[in-house]
């Protein structure tokens, strides 16, 4: 006979009402799962101090990273509409609420204009937190309204691509945001203003296929997941394992789809560097 | 005949019909009235299955085994036609043919996925899916065109871009990019029409064009209704409920003002008559592209951007209520 008796069975809190580790000081490396201070993990550049892992960040960290302080974010008014009412397990239009609360953001794309090193540059960039990054009408009408801010102004554009694809609770509305986008691209190659696409983890399906591919110069984040078709989907189509390194930033640039592979520390200094060759008047 | 699952009340029509035709055939009993009156049946039974299709079913039509595919319409619209071969860099991808041909005294290039119409040839034709160099070669092709004034015809049948190991190496996602953006400047006329399936950036790497047509009974989405159920519904058991929820008929694609037009095909589908399909077709083409040349290269440039630039639906967060924006 124990000396305690067990009068429940089991663990009875819910889910939701498990008591969370607070947020904030430590962060743990997804990749090689060592911990260090937030503090230390920002000043890295986001990166893990231990392994290098380039963590997910999103438009705001991009914006403060490569502006030169000062920065004004454009077409925040933009949201997401449920046009086709659309509805899988769970309605989109409570995703899209669901992802506005949880990510404090309006959509998977903010656009910003300012200076690097004291040169001009529109930034278009995309939050994965934002239901996957997936492009809809939004995402691809920032980019439409980005561009015309480049060409009106004649501004060089860097669009900072991280998603799963085109968002499929829009449907042909998304997938039209390729056509939409590439057509757009192709206005500022005619007005010779730079267009730099930098592909971060991951980039794939319809973002891949349209803008993120069209740079004039296409650059990429070590180490990132780019492809078209998803690892699963393709294991599942050849009926074989894949290779080591297939789909990533380095077998981009080996198959030779990038110019160049960009540590986050050197970002800003490359992109001024690329930025100072160009002479627009 | 192949009878589609939603077509069952058809097959048994039809059943009656060949029992009724072999007794009329062995002599004794006229049958003229009943065959009159049962062929009367299937019609208004045809009428009443394709009034009210679902998405699905017309997911499950623009499949049909007998559908004719891009060469057959070839075959029927031109006079003359002379396939052409190759990406000029890898290799000549099988799930896209294109080459140069004569509708009615216009020379034009016709490209299009190619489905095999028995089991060898559709492993041939790598059942439409293309690689890198199908796209490549679709440029190739429409550069080409553009060099010498030929408007370009795209018929758009294809499941889905290849996602293998080897597509992915040669550069998928940068084979489709590339040619969304360059069709978009091309100066000749471009009008492409969905002829069966319509799936995602394998169709619309071929799809950009000055007019978009659907056949009636073909569907265009971002994703196949499979693959949609599968992500997100996470199983394969809802394809119907996804080919609802997408909204991938050409009568969405028209009112959402994704595509142009319509074009009717004959009551039970294309294959039941694909010759008056081609026909139809080759009208709705040759109209499109009369009209195209009436316009100056570069305002049908602007046009053609300008429509892509339009398509979406957004709302905008009313100013007054605008949270304080990131600006710093």
Known sequence: MGWFKRLKDGIQTATRNKKEAPEGLWYKCEKCKQTSTRKELKENFHKCPKCNYHVRIGSAEYFEIIFDGQYEVLFDDLIAMDALDFSDLKPYSQRLIEAKTKTDLNDAMA??????????????????????????????????????????????????????????????????????????????????????????????????????????????????????????????????????????????????????????????????????????? | MVFLDFEKPLETLYEQLKKIEQVGSEGDIDVTEMLKELEGRIK??????????????????????????????IKEMCKKFIELHGDRYFQDDKAIVGGIGNIDGQTVVIIGHQKGVNTKMRQYRNFGMANPEGYRKALRLMKLAERFNFPIITLIDTPGAFPGLEAEERGQAEAIARNLFEMAQLRVPIVCAVIGEGASGGAIGIGLGDRVFMLENTWYSVISPESCSSILWRSWDNKEQAAEALKLTADHMLSFGLIDDIIKEPLGGAHTAPEEMAKTLKKHLKKAIAELQEMDPDQRIMARIDKYANMGVYDTIPKDTEPEGRKK
């Open chain 2, 44 to 73: 208004n039974k045809r009428k009443e299955i394709y009034s009210n299709l679902t998405g699905w079913q017309k997911v499950q039509l623009s499949r049909h085994p007998e559908r004719p595919y891009t060469l057959f319409y």
């Open chain 1, 111 to 281: 656009v910003g204009v300012g200076k690097v090193h004291r040169k001009p540059l529109v930034i278009a960039a995309m939050d994965f937190q934002f239901i996957g990054g997936s492009m809809g009408t939004v995402v691809g009408e920032k980019i439409s309204r980005a561009i015309d801010h480049c060409l009106q102004h004649r501004i060089p554009l860097l669009i900072i691509s991280r998603s799963g694809g085109a968002r499929m609770m829009e449907s042909a509305y998304s997938l039209m945001q390729m056509a939409k986008t590439s057509a757009k691209l192709s206005l500022m190659a005619k007005a010779g203003i730079p267009y730099i696409s930098l592909m971060t983890d991951p980039t794939t399906g319809g973002v891949t296929a349209s803008f993120a591919m069209l740079g004039d110069l296409n650059i990429a984040e070590p180490e990132a997941l780019i492809g078209f078709a998803g690892p699963r989907v393709i294991k599942e189509t050849i009926k074989r394992d894949l290779p080591d390194g297939f789909q990533t930033s380095e077998f981009l640039l080996e198959h030779g789809f990038l110019d160049f592979i960009v540590d986050r520390k050197d970002l800003k200094e490359r992109l001024g560097d690329l930025l100072g060759f160009f002479h627009l008047s």
